[in-house]
């Protein structure tokens, strides 16, 4: 166990005591890092080291960083989580209801970016301020394919994992990263996207529990100008627009009903008939009921259609989504035998030997790995 010497440590101990409401005592930061009261006195004081547990106790007491306390300085690896609020009309406050079940997952995909960071490609991320901006960097049809899109032309990873309650985002070594929830929901996962992205371009800070509402209605109007440009929705006739109309708009514009309803009432703008006679008009239903607006595209590498696009688009969105930077890092540092599989084998929710990853060649290429796996070309 090492002992980790210095008055400076004392000092950021008694500054992390200070920040706490109400100020524990020293008697009790002692208990808890198991530590006598002349102990703990004496290491305040610079007379004796911290041990590294000591340390880590202290920290989670303190709620603050370990890295910190020894160094002086903020934890480069260090996530701080930005989450998609709910708002509660009754309570008119935004929250994150599954905050603590979303813990988890949040720590694995965390631990997944700090196992991969030696064979990560070594990044900062600028991403301009503004909706505009953003949107003149990806293709036309974005929507299509928003995640592809934002990791290639914008460098932030779209990680798409099972179990989630709700979207976060988080930076780390200077790497952004939005995790989204696979759901069936495509046209909220995009706005998600979009309002992560909004997080990340504007520099929010961490918000999850509870407070934010100012960022959240800030990242809202952002994914919307992203999603649904002022200058394109203006020049629609909305009054005049059959359902059929209205469901071709949403299904390229990849957003809701609710999204445009909530869209053209800010702008001052007519409804639809089709959305004020039956204002709780589902998406997925109306896109249904008009089928015959939705294009068939062509399925990749293949001269085939897709039969039912609908369905393509729901199979999509809850499929679970690894960027392969992030997994050829992995797999690199499993075939060097830095890492065991757990870390792989939880991320990609697959189960993975550690000699299923020895092929003939005893040197085999990063690529081949991923395609014996079958992990899919994200890039």
């Given at each position: 166990?090492?002992?980790?010497?210095?008055?400076?440590?004392?000092?950021?101990?008694?500054?992390?005591?200070?920040?706490?409401?109400?100020?524990?005592t020293q008697v009790a930061v002692a208990e808890h890092a198991e530590m006598t009261a002349d102990a703990m006195s004496r290491a305040l004081r610079g007379?004796?080291?911290?041990?590294?547990?000591?340390?880590?106790?202290?920290?989670?007491?303190?709620?603050?960083?370990?890295?910190?306390?020894?160094?002086?300085?903020?934890?480069?690896?260090?996530?701080?989580?930005?989450?998609?609020?709910?708002?509660?009309?009754?309570?008119?406050?935004?929250?994150?209801?599954?905050?603590?079940?979303?813990?988890?997952?949040?720590?694995?995909?965390?631990?997944?970016?700090?196992?991969?960071?030696?064979?990560?490609?070594?990044?900062?991320?600028?991403?301009?301020?503004?909706?505009?901006?953003?949107?003149?960097?990806?293709?036309?049809?974005?929507?299509?394919?928003?995640?592809?899109?934002?990791?290639?032309?914008?460098?932030?990873?779209?990680?798409?994992?099972?179990?989630?309650?709700?979207?976060?985002?988080?930076?780390?070594?200077?790497?952004?990263?939005?995790?989204?929830?696979?759901?069936?929901?495509?046209?909220?996962?995009?706005?998600?996207?979009?309002?992560?992205?909004?997080?990340?371009?504007?520099?929010?800070?961490?918000?999850?529990?509870?407070?934010?509402?100012?960022?959240?209605?800030?990242?809202?109007?952002?994914?919307?100008?992203?999603?649904?440009?002022?200058?394109?929705?203006?020049?629609?006739?909305?009054?005049?627009?059959?359902?059929?109309?209205?469901?071709?708009?949403?299904?390229?514009?990849?957003?809701?009903?609710?999204?445009?309803?909530?869209?053209?009432?800010?702008?001052?703008?007519?409804?639809?008939?089709?959305?004020?006679?039956?204002?709780?008009?589902?998406?997925?239903?109306?896109?249904?009921?008009?089928?015959?607006?939705?294009?068939?595209?062509?399925?990749?590498?293949?001269?085939?259609?897709?039969?039912?696009?609908?369905?393509?688009?729901?199979?999509?969105?809850?499929?679970?989504?690894?960027?392969?930077?992030?997994?050829?890092?992995?797999?690199?540092?499993?075939?060097?035998?830095?890492?065991?599989?757990g870390t792989l084998s939880w991320l990609l929710g697959l189960p993975i030997e550690d000699d299923s990853l020895e092929g003939p060649d005893p040197e085999?290429?990063?690529?081949?790995?991923?395609?014996?796996?079958?992990?899919?070309?994200?890039?």
């Open positions: 166990m090492c002992a980790m010497s210095g008055g400076e440590i004392g000092v950021r101990v008694r500054e992390a005591m200070q920040r706490i409401t109400p100020v524990p007379e004796r080291g911290f041990s590294s547990i000591e340390l880590a106790r202290i920290a989670d007491f303190l709620r603050t960083d370990i890295h910190w306390l020894i160094t002086g300085e903020p934890d480069p690896l260090a996530a701080r989580f930005v989450a998609r609020h709910t708002y509660d009309h009754q309570s008119r406050e935004y929250d994150v209801a599954g905050r603590s079940g979303d813990a988890e997952i949040l720590g694995g995909v965390h631990l997944a970016y700090r196992q991969a960071q030696p064979w990560l490609d070594q990044r900062r991320v600028e991403l301009p301020n503004t909706p505009e901006a953003i949107r003149s960097l990806l293709d036309e049809g974005f929507v299509r394919a928003f995640a592809d899109w934002v990791e290639q032309c914008l460098g932030v990873d779209v990680v798409r994992i099972p179990g989630l309650s709700t979207d976060y985002s988080f930076i780390i070594n200077g790497r952004p990263v939005v995790l989204l929830a696979a759901q069936t929901y495509w046209f909220r996962s995009n706005f998600s996207l979009a309002h992560e992205l909004a997080h990340l371009a504007l520099g929010h800070p961490e918000c999850v529990e509870g407070a934010g509402g100012e960022h959240e209605r800030v990242a809202n109007a952002f994914a919307a100008q992203l999603l649904l440009p002022e200058s394109v929705v203006r020049r629609i006739p909305w009054a005049e627009q059959t359902e059929e109309e209205v469901a071709s708009f949403l299904w390229h514009a990849g957003v809701s009903t609710e999204s445009l309803k909530i869209r053209l009432s800010s702008l001052g703008l007519p409804m639809p008939g089709s959305l004020a006679d039956n204002p709780q008009s589902k998406t997925l239903s109306l896109l249904r009921r008009n089928q015959s607006a939705i294009p068939h595209e062509p399925l990749p590498n293949t001269s085939l259609v897709e039969f039912d696009p609908i369905s393509t688009r729901i199979q999509q969105a809850a499929e679970r989504r690894i960027p392969e930077a992030l997994a050829s890092a992995l797999v690199r540092g499993v075939t060097e035998g830095n890492l065991n599989t085999p290429s990063t690529d081949d790995l991923i395609e014996e796996l079958g992990i899919r070309a994200l890039s």
